[in-house]
Structures are given as C-alpha cells and as structure tokens.
Nanobody
C-alpha cells in the first residue's frame, strides 16, 4: 500500500488549496482516511477524517474552512482548504489506518506555505 499526497504549495492568506491523496492497493474503500499536519517545532496534528462511508470530521482549527472528500472508484481523498491563514503553514500528511491489519500507512507529505 502506498499513499501519494500532492497539491501543496505557496498561497497567500485567504487563498485556497486542494490537497490530494491517492492510494494504491485495494484497501482504500474499506478504510477511513486521515489528514494530519505538522508545523515546524510542533507535534503532528489531526485536522480531518473521512470514514469509509464518507462521513467527515474536522479539527476545530480547520472547521468551516475545509472540506474532506473521497472517491472510492479513484482511490483518492481530497482536502479542500479555504480562507487559509499563516498558521495553516505545515507539511500535510494523509494516513490510512487499515482496520484489518492494524497498520497505519502514511503518505510522504505535501508542504503548504501560507504567506504574503
């Protein structure tokens, strides 16, 4: 199982980005997908989760500004981030916790920098 995160970049405050996480293998549809972020000097923070049936949950820090979605046919999960703030600057990681094997599969991370 491999996760490939993409979509990060440099964006001005107030701007938007859409992060993608594409997952190889056949376990995507049965599992939830988590998005984490880690800013320099900070611990990794869970920002959004989408269950296998598409139910989203968000951290308070991104609630109302982010939308997590998935397409099981494409083995892809997206995190749409709007009204970006400087404090959203971080490396964003997608993670799939496999319910059968209890293994956590991580993507390599995609860097988001919010700056004017």
């Amino acid at each position: 199982v491999q996760l490939q995160a993409s979509g990060g970049g440099l964006v001005q405050p107030g701007g938007s980005l859409r992060l993608s996480c594409t997952i190889s293998g056949s376990i995507f549809s049965a599992n939830k997908i988590n998005w984490y972020r880690q800013a320099p000097g900070n611990q990794r923070e869970l920002v959004a989760v989408i269950t296998s049936d598409g139910t989203p949950n968000y951290a308070n820090t991104v609630q109302g500004r982010s939308i997590i979605s998935r397409d099981n046919a494409k083995n892809t999960c997206w995190l749409q981030m709007n009204s970006l703030k400087a404090e959203d600057t971080a490396v964003y990681y997608c993670m799939l916790p496999d319910i059968l094997t209890k293994k956590n599969y991580w993507g390599q991370g995609t860097r988001v920098t919010v700056s004017s």
